[in-house]
């Protein structure tokens, strides 16, 4: 069973920085693309980044520059490095393994509900 672990939310002030990891477990870790994403209470998920097998890298337009996703292949866990971040970046953030062909490295559907392997999150939130 592919399981991903969020670990490293916590509080932190307007214009701090958060490491968060994600190890995986159950599968070979580069078999699949890799995201993270976040949800604001009353707000739809959102992608925040995507890293496919290949290594292509993709970012939300609105974290571009401040965040920085990375992997430890040895240790088959994702991270990302959040800077300058912002109050309304207060979310839980998910980590997610996408095992399907059109996966959502490739524009694929993160919603759909066959598939993707979720974390359970990890809580971020941004005082200002």
């Known amino acids: 069973q592919v399981q991903p672990v969020e670990s490293g939310g916590g509080s932190v002030q307007a214009g701090g920085s958060l490491r968060l990891s994600c190890a995986v477990s159950?599968?070979?870790?580069?078999?699949?693309?890799m995201g993270w994403f976040r949800q604001a209470p009353g707000k739809e998920r959102e992608t925040v980044a995507t890293?496919?097998?290949?290594?292509?890298?993709r970012y939300a337009d609105s974290v571009k520059g401040r965040f920085t996703i990375s992997e430890d292949i040895a240790k088959n866990t994702l991270f990302l490095q959040m800077n300058s971040l912002k109050p309304e970046e207060t979310a839980m953030y998910y980590c997610a393994a996408d095992a399907r062909q059109t996966s959502f490295c490739r524009r694929g559907d993160p919603r759909s509900p066959l598939g993707i392997y979720w974390g359970q999150g990890t809580q971020v939130t941004v005082s200002s």
């Open positions: 159950g599968y070979s870790y580069r078999r699949y693309c």
């Open positions: 890293l496919d097998t290949d290594g292509s890298i």
